[in-house]
């Protein structure tokens, strides 16, 4: 890929997403990298094309090679290979039947086990049991996860992360033999995609990137314009509830984030992660 296709690629991805224009230097080093990341899309439906287990592995090892908190090593990943398994993890989640269909299905798991075990091995004291403990672990599992997608799509693989496994994270955890201080971040479908990308847009960088200062000024128009902009790039195919709260000439990304958490969604995952041994206090 020649870098001066990398400039439009780039500059046409940046308009889809973010609706800025950018006139980016066409020898810019990476570029083709930068280009690829831009026109991430989260994809659900695969073709039948397997992944080799060796290509499944690099990935794996590319992804396991991210930062991690002090060298603290928290993540595992679940390569949930037995149909069956994978079926009574689908089972814990309303309207998801697709990830069957995946031809990989992975889980990417926090893990504050082992750290715990060598304080034990080592007969140290460990005065850390509190909210911390979780926060790295669950960081390090997103940081990982966001690795493997990065190294997937750029073999030309498509990826859907699925928070969904944490529904039921008890079952979740009980069908993948999860043991105290290791806990379910997310699942990942990974497939070759039977679709092209769709550049979902985001919000404008005017809203989420900052200069020395945090600064919401503007924020309500600034999302009232997303929200018109989505609506026009992307218009959502359904309203949520509509009997519960009507339906809206313009629904935008905003009314369906509201709608979305007007429904109480995974109030047991403070117990569970209790249950698996962490103080969140
Ligand atoms: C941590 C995480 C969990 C997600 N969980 C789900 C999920 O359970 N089901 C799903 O269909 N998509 C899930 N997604 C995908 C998002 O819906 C998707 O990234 C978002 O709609 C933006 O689309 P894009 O990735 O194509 O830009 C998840 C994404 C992340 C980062």
């Known amino acids: 890929m020649s870098s001066s296709n990398s400039a439009a690629r780039i500059a046409?991805?940046?308009?889809?997403?973010?609706?800025?224009?950018?006139?980016?230097?066409?020898?810019?080093?990476?570029?083709?990298e930068i280009a690829r990341m831009l026109e991430h899309c989260t994809h659900r439906k695969w073709t039948d094309r397997a992944l080799t287990p060796e290509l499944l592995r690099l990935l794996c090892a590319a992804a396991l090679s991210a930062p991690s908190k002090s060298d603290l090593q928290q993540t595992d990943i679940v390569n949930v290979?037995?149909?069956?398994?994978?079926?009574?993890?689908?089972?814990?989640?309303d309207d998801m039947g697709w990830i069957m269909d995946a031809p990989v299905f992975l889980v990417f798991c926090g893990n504050n086990r082992r750290l715990r075990l060598m304080s034990q091995w080592q007969g140290t004291p460990f005065?850390?049991?509190?909210?911390?403990?979780?926060?790295?672990?669950?960081?390090?599992?997103a940081m990982i996860m966001a690795a493997f997608i990065q190294a997937a799509e750029a073999a030309?693989?498509?990826?859907c992360p699925v928070s969904h496994v944490r529904n039921h994270a008890?079952?979740?955890?009980?069908?993948l033999g999860l043991p105290r201080w290791v806990f379910p971040f997310a699942g990942l479908c990974v497939g070759y995609p039977a679709r092209g990308n769709r550049i979902t847009p985001r919000l404008p960088l005017a809203?989420?990137?900052?200069?020395?200062?945090?600064d919401e000024s503007n924020l309500r128009e600034q999302i009232a314009r997303y929200d018109a902009r989505?609506?026009?790039?992307?218009?959502?195919?359904?309203q949520r509830d509509p009997q519960r709260f009507g339906k809206l000439e313009q629904y935008g990304w905003s009314a369906d984030k509201a709608r979305q958490y007007a429904v109480e969604e995974r109030a047991s995952f403070g117990g569970y992660v209790r249950r698996q041994g962490f103080r969140l206090d």
């Open 12 to 32: 046409a991805a940046i308009e889809q997403r973010f609706g800025e224009r950018i006139n980016p230097q066409a020898e810019a080093p990476g570029s083709n």
């Open 127 to 141: 005065p850390n049991d509190h909210l911390d403990q979780f926060f790295n672990a669950a960081c390090d599992a």
């Open 230 to 238: 989505r609506h026009m790039l992307q218009p959502y195919g359904r």
């Open 81 to 93: 290979v037995d149909r069956a398994e994978r079926a009574a993890i689908v089972a814990t989640i």
């Open 207 to 214: 809203v989420t990137l900052h200069t020395d200062r945090y």
């Open 170 to 175: 008890d079952k979740v955890s009980e069908v």
């Open 156 to 159: 030309g693989l498509g990826c």
